[in-house]
Nanobody, 124 residues
Framework: QVQLVESGGGLVQAGGSLRLSCTVS????????MGWFRQAPGKEREFVAS????????YYADSVKGRFTISRDNAKSTVYLQMNSLKPADTAVYYC?????????????????WGQGTQVTVSS
């Protein structure tokens, strides 16, 4: 059974930074493309960023491009989301997810396993 555990969320002022981590257990981490998604109150879950199995390619939502960086350490079975220049609009529960498919994807339905989420709150 694959388990994903996020950490690193919290309360930060606008303009600040946070680094989220997601550790995966139960299966070979390097078998998965990894993604980060977020869900704000009253809104649908949306794609934030993704990274290929090797870490060689990444993809970002336009809303976070240039501010967020996704990376992974396959030796530690962990994926990271470095978030800089945070805005109140970034406030949401952030989820990491694992995709066993062939191609990296930004579509929620392509992801096979999900973490429980970590809250990020950005105050103005």
């Amino acid at each position: 059974q694959v388990q994903l555990v996020e950490s690193g969320g919290g309360l930060v002022q606008a303009g600040g930074s946070l680094r989220l981590s997601c550790t995966v257990s139960g299966r070979t981490f390097s078998s998965y493309h990894m993604g980060w998604f977020r869900q704000a109150p009253g809104k649908e879950r949306e794609f934030v960023a993704s990274v290929t199995r090797s870490g060689g390619n990444t993809y970002y939502a336009d809303s976070v491009k240039g501010r967020f960086t996704i990376s992974r350490d396959n030796a530690k079975s962990t994926v990271y989301l470095q978030m800089n220049s945070l805005k109140p609009a970034d406030t949401a529960v952030y989820y990491c997810a694992a995709d066993y498919g062939i191609l990296m994807s930004s579509f929620i339905n392509n992801y096979d396993y999900w973490g429980q989420g970590t809250q990020v709150t950005v105050s103005s």
